[in-house]
């Protein structure tokens, strides 16, 4: 199996795409550098070892993971391998908002008038008169 538990750390942001909080490695990398990603509460460069036990924080995609480390995977395995290899405390997913439906124009009626615009951002709930 992909199990490093008796070789030691594995490095975080690794660890990160092989648990599939990340989808490339480079954007767990990146979001190491960003400051996107806390183990145990300190600001982690993506080199830094994670181990059994660490509290590991990602913000990724506009949402905060919260995870502690359950077991060390070097390698991305699937996914419900992946969701054992640490336990999920993370706040609960905030309820999607109803997206409004946009306007459809025919095609070939050209450039809205200043008119139609003035509707578009009344619809759009934005100034209008």
Do not use: F
Not at 21 to 45: F, I
Not at 93 to 107: M, Q, Y
């Amino acid at each position: 199996m992909a199990s490093d538990e008796g070789n030691g750390p594995v490095r975080v942001d690794s660890w990160i795409w092989s648990v599939r909080l990340a989808k490339t490695r480079s954007a767990a990398g990146t979001a190491c550098r960003a400051g996107h990603v806390r183990v145990n509460g300190d600001r982690a460069k993506p080199a830094q070892p994670v181990r059994v036990g660490d509290e590991v924080r990602v913000r990724l995609a506009g949402r905060e993971r919260v995870v502690v480390v359950s077991r060390l995977i070097s390698k991305r395995v699937g996914a419900p391998v992946a969701a054992e290899c640490y336990v999920d405390n993370s706040p609960p997913e905030p309820p999607r908002e109803h997206v409004a439906v946009a306007a459809v124009r025919d095609r070939g009626t050209g450039r809205p008038t200043k008119r139609d615009r003035r509707e578009l951002e009344r619809l759009q709930g934005g100034r209008g008169r």
